[in-house]
C-alpha cells in the first residue's frame, strides 16, 4: 500500500499539488473474503510558478541564450568551474 500512496503523490505533484496528502484507509469483508482501499486525498494548496528573479553581478555568472536559429531560445545559467 506504501507504493501506491507514492505513486498518488508523484502524480499529484507532477500537476503542482505538492502539499497534497493522501490516506488510505482500509475495510475487511470476511463473508465474500475481499479487502476495500480507499484513498483521501487532500490536495492541499496548488504551486505556482512566479518568475526567475537573477541578482547580483551579471559578470559573476556566466550565461548563455541559445535557440534552434541561434536567437533567444532556453537559457542555460553555467555554474562552476569554465
Known sequence: MRQAVENIQTQLRANGLYYATVSPTTSVEPSIQQINIDFAID??????FD?????GDPAALPMRFSGPHGGAGRLACLVGAP
Open 51 to 55: 518568475g526567475v528573479v537573477i541578482e
Open 43 to 48: 490536495p492541499g494548496k496548488r504551486a505556482k
